[in-house]
């Protein structure tokens, strides 16, 4: 629409030539783009095609689609590995993480956006420090942190330190949309008699949607699909990662099952991102940048 | 921006009545909160359970308090406690462990003071490790400033599809470290595998090596898949940034006669800025913390030869040892040493990038 309005101001007498060129750069753009959408999917596909394969047709047909499509190697997935209850395990802490993280990260970052206290600034950065630090530091001591609260084996045990964990990125996206967010509003809703919390539920929570559907995605993203803090902290509760990699030990190099394993364990995410993914994006986005 | 912050309770008249409840409940918060620290550390469940309860009874009662007066007290509340209790109070841990020579089991008695860093700062390994992830950074810089940024302008021009292609090569981001390690490794894999067949197929044997055992070609492989997941991100930054360059602002620049090669060098690029900033700060921060792909293309010890190692990879293999044999003498106290450098590390340089190239963004 832009560009068709800047072409007619442009001078004319080259148009025909711009027109030739246009049409290549066109062709181009889109055999990049392909090129990239492939490389990025490309793996994906393979472990879809591989998961219907047997044993032998893995080894022979690598690059083919399957010869004899094996569902049940699903099927024996869905039975032998505690997949069922490793899926509703992941589920679970998922949906228990999830509300309070982005809550409390909406809350604080509400807090440090709008109002202007002594230690905001370093409130701020005290969260954003937290983008900093690398796993494999605070694992020990929070796993000793989880045994002395006695919440090693229980869903507790991973939640808690999930929301946690998940605050730094939250607070950092949702303060640089609310910034974007003009005072006025707030004004406004106050001299029409609203208290703070109304303010922030009834104006800034609804404009605050696209940003809330990128950070809920993120973390269940993240919760989804840890591996080492579940393998850790609840070794009797198996969360799903967990189980797919445990199918290495129960299939050893049966790629057809793993695979299966791999692909009922990404589904979910991946329908969830598909569907969202217009809010997913725009989210993330304005918070990022503008942040 | 139109951004209005108002200092709280300067619109309305305060309520003196509440204030002394304020402080009170203010100071007990912040005792009963040191009061659980050190019950975790030195006591067991029903303590910590108590300790727990209390605290927050009385942020409970501070967050009540102080709704009316500083209503961001209570908003910060909740999010603070549990970022302090879960994410601060295990790094202070950590830097408090690192101070030790410590096994890992029982509480840490053997006081070697900066031993550990001494150490750290001596090792082949952990050089060798941290070029690794500098190597990483720089490569994974360049390339989502020439290739991401490129797919972002591409997409910009909102050609056929280009919502498909958008979530298409954002969808690496989403798979789990777990997946994305077996098939890549399935991919690369030396008698089996997808690569080595392809390049038969097409006849190209001689190209076909022994992908995970390579000591120059498997860490950039390495960088390859690590781009594979990383690429949509920048892609969507900077096409955000894209969309904030005002068309009109290209339009005058283009009247005043200014060439495409000069309106984005001049216009495009400067305004583009804060989007550089983000991903740089980002790209720095995730390649030095980089353990997923490194651990499962390569194994814990960076093979072959250490050529892939990573700093995460360190920690990981002097902290929990190599997985395959028992370790009867893992170094924790050393292996949290190298978390201290790294995290004291990144926090140092990301902090001089952001301040560096946040005033490049205000000059503009």
């Given at each position: 629409?832009?560009?068709?309005?800047?072409?007619?101001?442009?001078?004319?007498?080259?148009?025909?030539?711009?027109?030739?060129?246009?049409?290549?750069?066109?062709?181009?753009?889109?055999?990049?783009?392909?090129?990239?959408?492939?490389?990025?999917?490309?793996?994906?596909?393979?472990?879809?095609?591989?998961?219907?394969?047997?044993?032998?047709?893995?080894?022979?047909?690598?690059?083919?689609?399957?010869?004899?499509?094996?569902?049940?190697?699903?099927?024996?997935?869905?039975?032998?590995a505690g997949i069922p209850q490793a899926a509703l395990n992941s589920f679970t802490v998922v949906v228990l993480s999830v509300p309070f993280s982005l809550s409390?990260?909406?809350?604080?970052?509400?807090?440090?956006?709008?109002?202007?206290?002594?230690?905001?600034?370093?409130?701020?950065?005290?969260?954003?420090?937290?983008?900093?630090?690398?796993?494999?530091?605070?694992?020990?001591?929070?796993?000793?942190?989880d045994?002395?609260?006695?919440l090693i084996n229980t869903y507790a045990g991973l939640i808690f330190p999930y929301i946690?964990a998940h605050?730094?990125?939250?607070?950092?996206?949702?303060?640089?949309?609310?910034?974007?967010?003009?005072?006025?509003?707030?004004?406004?809703?106050?001299?029409?008699?609203?208290?703070?919390?109304?303010?922030?539920?009834?104006?800034?929570?609804?404009?605050?949607?696209?940003?809330?559907?990128?950070?809920a995605i993120?973390n269940a993203v993240g919760i989804w699909n840890d591996f080492?803090f579940p393998l850790?902290v609840s070794p009797k509760i198996p969360m799903l990662q967990v189980s797919v990699?445990?199918?290495?030990?129960?299939?050893?190099?049966?790629?057809?099952?793993?695979?299966?394993?791999?692909?009922i364990a990404?589904v979910p995410l991946?329908?969830a991102?598909?569907?969202?993914?217009?809010?997913?994006?725009?989210?993330?986005?304005?918070?990022?940048?503008?942040? | 921006?139109?951004?209005?912050?108002?200092?709280?309770?300067?619109?309305?008249?305060?309520?003196?009545?509440?204030?002394?409840?304020?402080?009170?409940?203010?100071?007990?918060?912040?005792?009963?909160?040191?009061?659980?620290?050190?019950?975790?550390?030195?006591?067991?469940?029903?303590?910590?359970?108590?300790?727990?309860?209390?605290?927050?009874?009385?942020?409970?009662?501070?967050?009540?308090?102080?709704?009316?007066?500083?209503?961001?007290?209570?908003?910060?509340?909740?999010?603070?406690?549990?970022?302090?209790?879960?994410?601060?109070?295990?790094?202070?841990?950590?830097?408090?462990?690192?101070?030790?020579?410590?096994?890992?089991?029982?509480?840490?008695?053997?006081?070697?003071?900066?031993?550990?860093?001494?150490?750290?700062?001596?090792?082949?390994?952990?050089?060798?490790?941290?070029?690794?992830?500098?190597?990483?950074?720089?490569?994974?810089?360049?390339?989502?400033?020439?290739?991401?940024?490129?797919?972002?302008?591409?997409?910009?021009?909102?050609?056929?599809?280009?919502?498909?292609?958008?979530?298409?090569?954002?969808?690496?981001?989403?798979?789990s470290?777990?997946?994305?390690?077996?098939?890549?490794?399935?991919?690369?894999?030396?008698?089996?595998?997808?690569?080595?067949?392809?390049?038969?197929?097409?006849?190209?044997?001689?190209?076909?090596?022994?992908?995970?055992?390579?000591?120059?070609?498997?860490?950039?492989?390495?960088?390859?898949?690590?781009?594979?997941?990383?690429?949509?991100?920048?892609?969507?930054?900077?096409?955000?940034?894209?969309?904030?360059?005002?068309?009109?602002?290209?339009?005058?620049?283009?009247?005043?006669?200014?060439?495409?090669?000069?309106?984005?060098?001049?216009?495009?690029?400067?305004?583009?800025?804060?989007?550089?900033?983000?991903?740089?700060?980002?790209?720095?921060?995730?390649?030095?913390?980089?353990?997923?792909?490194?651990?499962?293309?390569?194994?814990?010890?960076?093979?072959?030869?250490?050529?892939?190692?990573?700093?995460?990879?360190?920690?990981?293999?002097?902290?929990?040892?190599?997985?395959?044999?028992?370790?009867?003498?893992?170094?924790?106290?050393?292996?949290?040493?190298?978390?201290?450098?790294?995290?004291?590390?990144?926090?140092?340089?990301?902090?001089?990038?952001?301040?560096?190239?946040?005033?490049?963004?205000?000059?503009?």
């Amino acid at each position: 629409m832009n560009q068709a309005t800047l072409a007619r101001v442009r001078p004319d007498n080259r148009a025909a030539q711009r027109n030739g060129s246009r049409v290549v750069f066109v062709t181009f753009r889109q055999v990049v783009l392909i090129g990239f959408s492939l490389f990025a999917i490309l793996p994906g596909i393979f472990t879809i095609f591989s998961s219907f394969k047997s044993l032998f047709d893995f080894y022979s047909n690598p690059l083919t689609l399957p010869q004899v499509w094996h569902w049940d190697n699903y099927v024996a997935v869905w039975h032998d590995a505690g997949i069922p209850q490793a899926a509703l395990n992941s589920f679970t802490v998922v949906v228990l993480s999830v509300p309070f993280s982005l809550s409390f990260a909406c809350f604080a970052a509400y807090a440090l956006a709008r109002y202007s206290f002594r230690w905001s600034n370093v409130v701020y950065y005290l969260f954003l420090a937290g983008l900093v630090i690398p796993a494999q530091l605070t694992i020990l001591p929070l796993v000793l942190l989880d045994k002395n609260l006695g919440l090693i084996n229980t869903y507790a045990g991973l939640i808690f330190p999930y929301i946690g964990a998940h605050m730094p990125f939250a607070v950092f996206l949702l303060t640089g949309f609310l910034r974007t967010v003009p005072g006025e509003l707030r004004d406004a809703a106050l001299i029409d008699g609203a208290n703070e919390f109304q303010v922030f539920y009834y104006v800034m929570v609804p404009l605050l949607r696209p940003a809330l559907a990128t950070v809920a995605i993120l973390n269940a993203v993240g919760i989804w699909n840890d591996f080492f803090f579940p393998l850790v902290v609840s070794p009797k509760i198996p969360m799903l990662q967990v189980s797919v990699y445990n199918l290495l030990g129960v299939y050893s190099t049966e790629w057809g099952h793993i695979f299966a394993g791999v692909v009922i364990a990404a589904v979910p995410l991946v329908v969830a991102y598909l569907l969202l993914t217009k809010q997913f994006i725009a989210g993330l986005s304005a918070g990022a940048v503008k942040g | 921006m139109a951004q209005q912050v108002i200092t709280a309770g300067s619109r309305r008249a305060g309520r003196p009545a509440e204030e002394p409840l304020v402080w009170l409940f203010g100071f007990l918060s912040v005792a009963s909160f040191l009061v659980l620290l050190v019950s975790v550390v030195i006591s067991g469940p029903p303590v910590t359970w108590i300790a727990t309860g209390i605290y927050a009874l009385c942020a409970t009662g501070l967050a009540v308090t102080t709704a009316r007066r500083w209503p961001f007290v209570t908003f910060l509340l909740p999010g603070l406690s549990f970022y302090l209790l879960f994410v601060v109070f295990p790094t202070i841990e950590a830097f408090r462990v690192s101070l030790y020579q410590w096994s890992g089991i029982g509480e840490p008695t053997d006081f070697i003071g900066l031993q550990n860093f001494k150490d750290v700062l001596t090792s082949h390994t952990f050089y060798n490790a941290a070029w690794h992830n500098l190597v990483l950074f720089a490569a994974i810089f360049i390339l989502q400033n020439t290739v991401g940024l490129a797919l972002a302008a591409l997409l910009h021009g909102r050609p056929r599809l280009h919502e498909v292609y958008r979530a298409a090569i954002f969808l690496p981001g989403i798979i789990s470290l777990v997946a994305t390690g077996l098939i890549w490794q399935v991919i690369f894999g030396s008698n089996i595998g997808l690569l080595t067949p392809l390049l038969q197929g097409l006849h190209l044997d001689f190209l076909v090596r022994d992908w995970l055992g390579d000591d120059f070609l498997t860490f950039w492989l390495l960088v390859l898949v690590q781009f594979w997941q990383w690429m949509g991100l920048p892609m969507i930054i900077y096409l955000a940034g894209l969309q904030n360059v005002s068309e009109e602002l290209l339009a005058a620049a283009r009247i005043d006669g200014a060439n495409e090669i000069q309106v984005f060098r001049h216009i495009t690029f400067p305004l583009l800025a804060p989007a550089f900033t983000v991903m740089t700060g980002l790209c720095f921060i995730v390649m030095f913390k980089v353990f997923d792909i490194p651990f499962v293309m390569a194994g814990n010890s960076g093979s072959p030869d250490g050529t892939t190692d990573v700093l995460s990879l360190v920690i990981y293999r002097d902290a929990f040892g190599l997985g395959t044999t028992v370790q009867t003498s893992l170094q924790q106290g050393y292996a949290v040493a190298i978390g201290v450098v790294m995290f004291v590390a990144i926090l140092a340089a990301t902090t001089v990038q952001l301040v560096f190239l946040r005033r490049r963004e205000v000059d503009l």
